[in-house]
């Protein structure tokens, strides 16, 4: 979508199911092996009591909001800051939503929130992305 036709308020979201494949292709493209993610017996002695998924598949689902979505393609991805409030199980579904809260024209920068909900609506990333839409 053009600059020129973004309003404040506008919206969109994708969503996807983590499966057990997504954590291990993750953790081998990312290096990221910790075994909270990888490993069931080690998981279930920490406060989660198993695996979670690592929480930058979510923000995965962000810049592919971004990215195909809203504002869509051609998007140069500026900056993002991210909260991770809950953890995203293997088998959770989830929603990242984007919005857009502020335009600046002279730029053409979009700032917008992110969040990411799972399939019972618990907010499990909350954030901020700054993006360009030439």
Known sequence: MEYE??????????????????????????????PLHLNEEYAKTTM?????????IGAGLISAVLGTKLPGQGTIYLSQNLKFIAPVKIGDTITAKVEIIELTDA????????????????????????????
Do not use: P, W
Request: hydrophobic share 40%; proline share 0%.
């Open 48 to 56: 989660f009591k198993g695996r979670i998924a690592h929480g930058m």
């Open 5 to 34: 036709k973004l309003e404040i308020g506008m919206y969109d979201s994708l969503g996807k199911t983590v499966t057990e494949s997504d954590v291990v292709i993750f953790a081998g493209t990312s290096l990221d092996v910790n």
């Open 107 to 134: 730029k053409k920068m979009v700032k917008l929130r992110t969040t990411c909900v799972n399939q019972d609506g618990v907010l499990v990333i909350d954030g901020e992305a700054k993006v360009l839409k030439k």
